[in-house]
């Protein structure tokens, strides 16, 4: 079983629109969450972090929910440069940063 | 400004020609990683070093090693690179604290082509 699982999407949405995604991690002993963004061709860049009561950041809002082990990333009034990868990635005991295999947003005009 | 700087950006090798990717940090972190990227998928966690103590994932092939000579840099090696070796390699740093890692930062990472 992976570490990490993401839908990879593609999803595709108008601008404006609220979309949200949903990472699930097989580890109960993960200590630290993040999503990252990756656009094509770049490094990924860490877009925010996720904390266990739920974070905020702009249009930006990440939850975490370890009961269920899962986390979400939601994105409101999707923006045209909102359009790239967006990878969930957990943290193990020992350093080890874990990644989902992305999930695909295309923003449309 | 950078703070993780990868060199080369591209580099073309051929076919069991070795070859070696650099990395360094001004970021003064603990932790390094090599990631191996290939189209379409996942960052592929190839090794780590915490401090100078090197950290092998299992399924990585014996072919590809690496060095930590001081804190700043780290290097990669890949003995005898093979076509399916083409992929973008990414370096990152963290810091641990308390055996709690912080967050990753990426250098722009280098594009490998074996021919």
């Known amino acids: 079983r992976k570490e990490v699982e993401q839908d990879p999407g593609p999803f595709n949405v108008p601008e404006g629109a609220t979309v949200a995604f949903n990472c699930t991690y097989s580890n109960s002993a993960s200590q630290s969450f993040f999503w990252y963004r990756q656009d094509c061709r770049k490094e990924p860049k860490l877009l925010m972090s996720v904390y266990s009561s739920g974070n905020e950041d702009g249009r930006f809002t990440a939850q975490l929910n370890r009961a269920s082990q899962y986390i979400s990333l939601l994105i409101r009034d999707s923006k045209l440069s909102d359009s790239a990868t967006y990878l969930c990635?957990?943290?193990?005991?020992?350093?080890?940063?874990?990644f989902g295999t992305g999930t695909s947003l295309t923003v449309i005009p | 400004d950078a703070m993780v700087i990868q060199n080369p950006r591209y580099q073309v090798t051929q076919f069991g020609k070795p070859v070696t990717l650099s990395c360094s940090q001004t970021?003064?972190?603990?932790?390094m990683y090599w990631y191996q990227q290939k189209s379409s998928q996942a960052p592929k966690l190839l090794f780590h070093?915490?401090?100078?103590?090197?950290?092998n994932e299992a399924d990585t092939p014996d072919n590809f090693q690496s060095r930590r000579p001081n804190t700043s840099f780290c290097f990669l090696d890949i003995r005898s690179p093979g076509l399916g070796d083409a992929a973008m390699y990414l370096c990152?740093?963290?810091?641990?604290?308390?055996?709690?890692?912080?967050?990753?930062?990426f250098g722009p990472g280098t594009r490998l082509t074996v021919l």
């Open positions: 990635v957990v943290t193990s005991p020992g350093n080890q940063f874990y």
């Open positions: 970021l003064n972190h603990n932790v």
């Open positions: 070093y915490y401090d100078k103590d090197f950290n």
């Open positions: 990152a740093t963290s810091r641990d604290f308390s055996g709690r890692a912080d967050t990753q930062y």
